[in-house]
């Protein structure tokens, strides 16, 4: 898989969690241990991304 692919890859995977929060903060029983697992899920994928578009690359 090429580094663009992967990048893109993430960031699909970045706003499906986005859009997966959002549609649970608008249920009145949400379940804020989800969200919360939701949320670093997606700050997990945020970092893997600047990570990997950082220009010295580890």
């Known amino acids: 898989m090429s580094l663009a692919s992967h990048l893109a890859e993430l960031q699909r995977k970045h706003g ?27 700050l997990a994928l945020k970092d893997e991304i600047e990570k990997l578009r950082s220009p010295t690359r580890h």
């Open 16 to 42: 499906d969690i986005e859009r997966e929060i959002d549609e649970a903060l608008t249920h009145p029983s949400c379940d804020t241990l989800e969200i919360a697992r939701l949320k670093r899920r997606k």
